[in-house]
C-alpha cells in the first residue's frame, strides 16, 4: 500500500517550453501532496504543498508563476515548469501524505528527471 | 529557528558492523522524527518514526532510531549492516510553526557505504 507514481520519469525539453509533470497516490487518497527539488549530492528542498481543492502554499524564492502547481483530485497532483530554463534542470520529487493526522509520514514518488537543452 | 542536523556527509562502515547515522533536531514543542532512505536511482522510502511513546522505535529493513529528548538526538541504527544497505539517509522533523499542512524539516542527508 502506499505506493506514489510519478510521470514522466525522464523528460528533456528545450529551454523555453513547458513540461508538466504528474503525482498520483495509486493506493490511498492524499489529502496533501509535497513537491521537492533535489540536486545532486544534495537534500530535498522543498518547493510547495498543494492540499486537495485549494491553491498551493509556496516556499520563499519559489516563483508560483514558474512553477505551476494543481491539486485537483485527492489522487492527482500536477507540477508544471512554465517556460523552462537550463537552471530549471533537476531531479524533481513528489510526496503524499494521507489524512488523519499530522503524524503521517509522507510517501515518496520515484522522481522525475527533468533536463532543459 | 527549528532545523535538523546530520553531521556526517559520509558514514563508511564494514558489513556485518553495527551502524549509526546521527541525527540531531531543534523545535520548539515536542519532536515528530521520521527517517527516510533514498536509494540510488529510486524514490525515498520511509523508515521509521517517532511521535511518542518507547524512545527506541524500529522500522524497516531492520533498522531502529533511538530517541533522546536530553541530547535532542534521534540517531539511526542497525546492529549489522549489509552492503544493501548503501544509500542516503534523511533525517526529518515536522515544522511545528507549518500549522496543519504537514511539512517536515529536512537534514542534508548522510551517505552511508557498507563495505564487503
Known amino acids: 500500500g502506499a505506493v506514489v507514481s510519478q510521470h514522466p520519469s525522464r523528460v528533456i525539453c528545450k529551454s523555453g517550453t513547458s513540461v508538466k509533470i504528474e503525482c498520483r497516490s495509486l493506493?490511498?487518497?492524499?489529502?496533501?501532496m509535497f513537491w521537492y527539488r533535489q540536486f545532486p549530492k544534495q537534500s530535498l528542498m522543498l518547493m510547495a504543498t498543494s492540499n486537495e481543492g485549494s491553491k498551493a502554499t509556496y516556499e520563499q524564492g519559489v516563483e508560483k508563476d514558474k512553477f505551476l502547481i494543481n491539486h485537483a483530485s485527492l489522487t492527482l497532483s500536477t507540477l508544471t515548469v512554465t517556460s523552462a530554463h537550463p537552471e530549471d534542470s533537476s531531479f524533481y520529487i513528489c510526496?503524499?501524505?494521507?489524512?488523519?493526522?499530522?503524524?503521517?509520514?509522507?510517501?515518496f514518488g520515484p522522481g522525475t528527471r527533468l533536463t532543459v537543452l | 529557528a527549528q532545523s535538523v542536523a546530520q553531521p556526517e556527509d559520509q558514514v563508511n562502515v564494514a558489513e556485518g558492523n553495527p551502524l549509526t547515522v546521527k541525527c540531531t533536531y531543534s523545535?520548539?514543542?515536542?519532536?515528530?522524527l521520521f527517517w527516510y532512505v533514498q536509494y540510488p536511482n529510486r524514490g525515498l522510502q520511509f523508515l521509521l518514526k517517532y511521535i511518542t511513546g518507547d524512545n527506541l522505535v524500529k522500522g524497516s529493513y531492520g533498522f531502529e532510531a533511538e530517541f533522546n529528548k536530553s541530547q535532542t538526538s534521534f540517531h539511526l541504527k542497525k546492529p549489522s549492516a549489509l552492503v544493501s544497505d548503501s544509500a542516503l539517509y534523511f533525517c526529518?522533523?515536522?515544522?511545528?510553526?507549518?500549522?496543519?499542512?504537514?511539512?517536515?524539516?529536512w537534514g542534508l542527508g548522510t551517505s552511508l557505504a557498507v563495505n564487503p
Open positions: 526529518a522533523v515536522r515544522d511545528l510553526q507549518a500549522g496543519n499542512n504537514r511539512k517536515l524539516i
Open positions: 510526496s503524499a501524505s494521507t489524512s488523519g493526522g499530522l503524524y503521517n509520514e509522507q510517501f
Open positions: 523545535v520548539s514543542g515536542n519532536p515528530y
Open positions: 493506493d490511498f487518497q492524499a489529502t496533501t
